[in-house]
């Protein structure tokens, strides 16, 4: 039987329960609500249709609790996060935008060349560093 094959003994089980436990000492409320609502803006995103090639994931109703939950949650966080605070705003302002849009009966806007789609009344920005490689935005990194 292969190592991956077989049954964890009773010593392994207890030292991951351990390294389990000292990660959860570690780990700070605030830290795992702001890491929330990174993940609904991002998953947001893909609801809205708003990445390339997500557009067939359109889910207007995943889309508008993705934005209620960073909008509740935000406010929770929003003074520790310092400057990401102003980005995790203009990508819920961008998903409520898409929302709105859908409602009104149009789809989200096509996404620029950058993966970013421009909101009404305002120049498009470029892409930030999630847009432009594909990977998921985190604070501070």
Known sequence: MSDQQRQPTE??????????EAQLK???VEDV????????????????GLAPGTE??????????????ARALLPLVED?????????????????????????GGAAPAPEPGGQAPAQ???PSGAGPAQSSGRLWVPGQ
């Not at 010593?11 to 389990?20: K, P, S």
């Not at 929330?36 to 809205?48: E, P, Q, S």
């Not at 067939?56 to 939950?69: K, S, T, Y």
């Not at 520790?80 to 605070?85: F, K, S, T, V, Y």
């Open 56 to 69: 067939d994931e359109r889910d207007p109703e995943q889309l508008r609790m993705a934005i209620e939950g």
């Open 11 to 20: 010593e392994e089980l207890r030292a991951y329960a351990q390294q389990m």
């Open 33 to 48: 609500v702001a890491q929330t609502i990174v993940t609904l803006v991002n998953v947001g995103g893909r609801k809205a």
């Open 80 to 104: 520790l996060l310092g400057p990401d605070a102003k980005a995790i705003r203009d990508a819920l302002s961008q998903l409520q935008m898409a929302y709105a849009q859908g409602a009104q």
């Open 121 to 123: 009344d305002e120049k």
């Open 26 to 28: 570690q780990l700070r």
